[in-house]
């Protein structure tokens, strides 16, 4: 990203890349303190708490409980979404397999670290 945008500006990739992590710091910080920002035509990120849960850990069956936490939810805004169902499908095919890989590794991850914590 940060090279993309070093190439469309002509402004040097450090420049860009303290920018962009700049505006992330912000949009972290203005979440941390209002709960929600809105980015016209890209999305909207908001802070939701998620309720306690009981999970299954998957490689072991046994029962945990999951506690409450506090997550971040992004919805798409309407440009972004149409911008994005113009995708090439057979790269879609291809990232959404990679990310159920990645998601799976990362749910047994999540549901075995409370099992470890107890015990």
Do not use: C, H, Y
Not at 23 to 37: H, P, S, Y
């Amino acid at each position: 990203m940060i090279k993309s945008i070093s190439l469309k500006t002509g402004l040097p990739q450090p420049q860009i890349k303290q920018i962009v992590e700049t505006t992330f710091d912000a949009i972290i910080q203005t979440l941390m303190t209002e709960g929600r920002v809105e980015l016209r035509n890209f999305g909207i990120f908001q802070v939701r708490a998620r309720a306690a849960r009981n999970a299954r850990n998957p490689k072991t069956g046994e029962k945990v409980q999951v506690p409450e936490r506090v997550a971040v939810i992004f919805k798409a805004g309407k440009e972004m979404e149409e911008r994005v169902a113009q995708m090439d499908s057979a790269k879609l095919a291809n990232w959404q397999l990679d990310s159920e890989e990645d998601r799976s590794k990362k749910n047994i991850e999540e549901v075995e670290d409370p099992v470890k914590d107890d015990g």
